[in-house]
Structure formats: structure tokens, C-alpha cells
């Protein structure tokens, strides 16, 4: 797996941010207000980490996956606010993420067009990887029918590398149009090592690894 492959699995990792209440060494783990029960039974926190947690640090943890390819993270931290507060602040994609680690952003339209990805940057290395690349073998999530049309380039060309970029861009466009019209069912099969995957499949096996607190796990 390759290094963004594996930022890209950790960043569809559950984030859990919750206000916890300091409670007395003599309160019970089944008397424990939510969150508690969830993040010891299912999470599976010991009383370490429940600590930090309260003391403001992040605390994060592997989850196991249906996959062992694949890799499941769950992270929490105490903040203040409201639910609603949060996903107001998650909606806004572009304020949300501003972080060193993601240089380039932008929105799609819908349908998705080509000029959607106006300014976007491919980085030299992926260039790189795409004129290596094969199905079953490439550093760069692409499709079938996206590698496909990269093997028909002639790399020897003058321009190789502008029609790499644009068969690229082209590729990530047809992707979001089709997740647009027809949702995750519509994600496609990618080729690893070989083997065959759904992506739908492996985003499903990823929801499963991070199911929500039920209510056995949040009552007291």
C-alpha cells in the first residue's frame, strides 16, 4: 500500500468529538453517562486513555477492519459546542480543511466538468507513477478505463505529460459524475495486485468498522 493510499484510508477514519463529564472513581462502568460506555465497549478505551480524554488530548486508535488491506482510525477530543455547531462546521469543506497538509482545494459542480479542476496541481511523482503504472499495479488511485487510456500514451512525446495530466483530470471528473448520478453503488471495481475490488464494498466494510454507539453500548 502506498503512502496515499494510506492517507486516504486513515482520512475515512470515524472523528468523535464529545464534551465528557469528570466522574468519581466510584461510578461504575455501567452507570457511566454517554459517551463513556461507547468509546470503552465498542472503541474499547481502557481507563488510560478514557483519562486523557477528559484531561483535552487527542486520543486515537486502529479499529479492526473486515480487511486486512485496509485500515480503520477512530480519534476523539474534547471540545465545547453543540452537535449542530459541528456539522455546520463540517459543511464548509473548504474552512474545515484548511490545513498544511492539503495545498489545493476546490468544489465540484454538479454534473462535475473539466473546468471544475481548473488550477489544480499534479505533483511531479504522480506524473511519474502514471507512466508506470498498470491495472494491478499503480501508485495512483486510478481506474481501469483511466489506466487504460495512460497506456496509450506515448511517453516519448513532447507532450506526454500534459496528455498524462489531462487524461488524469478527465478520469477524476467521470469518477464524481458518476458518485453524483448514482451514488456509492456507482464508485466502480479497481484492480489491486490483481485482485478485483468494489469500492463500493470497501466503503461499506469501512462503515462497519466505525458503526455509531448503540443504544445497548450508551445506556446506563
Same mark, same amino acid.
Given at each position: ?24 472513581? +466510584? ?30 488530548? $487527542? $486520543? ?8 486486512? $488491506? ?6 476523539? $477530543? ?30 465540484? +459542480? ?99 468498522? +466505525? ?10
Amino acid at each position: 500500500m502506498s503512502g496515499r493510499d494510506l492517507l486516504a484510508q486513515v482520512s475515512r477514519g470515524v472523528a468523535l468529538s464529545s464534551c465528557l463529564t469528570v466522574l468519581s472513581p +466510584s461510578i461504575t462502568a455501567a452507570q457511566e453517562p454517554p459517551p463513556r460506555p461507547f468509546l470503552r465497549k465498542v472503541i474499547q478505551l481502557d481507563d488510560a486513555q478514557l483519562a486523557a480524554v477528559e484531561k483535552g488530548e $487527542v $486520543v486515537t486508535k486502529l479499529l479492526p477492519t473486515t480487511d486486512r $488491506v485496509e485500515i480503520a482510525a477512530f480519534g476523539i $477530543v474534547e471540545t465545547t459546542g453543540t452537535a449542530d455547531q459541528l456539522l455546520a462546521l463540517a459543511r464548509d469543506v473548504q474552512k474545515f480543511r484548511q490545513v498544511p497538509q492539503i495545498p489545493e482545494m476546490g468544489r465540484f +459542480s454538479n454534473p462535475a466538468k473539466i473546468e471544475d479542476l481548473k488550477g489544480l496541481t499534479h505533483p511531479p511523482d504522480d506524473i511519474g507513477a502514471l507512466k508506470r503504472g498498470k491495472p494491478g499495479s499503480c501508485d495512483v488511485k486510478l481506474g481501469t478505463k483511466g489506466l487504460e487510456a495512460v497506456s496509450r500514451i506515448d511517453w516519448k512525446a513532447a507532450d506526454a505529460e500534459e496528455r498524462a495530466v489531462v487524461t488524469f483530470n478527465q478520469a477524476i471528473v467521470d469518477y464524481v459524475r458518476a458518485y453524483q448520478q448514482g451514488g456509492t453503488a456507482a464508485m466502480g471495481n479497481v484492480l489491486d495486485k490483481m485482485q478485483e475490488k468494489s469500492r463500493a464494498e470497501e466503503y461499506r466494510a469501512l462503515l462497519v468498522s +466505525s458503526a455509531p454507539p448503540s443504544a445497548s453500548a450508551t445506556s446506563g
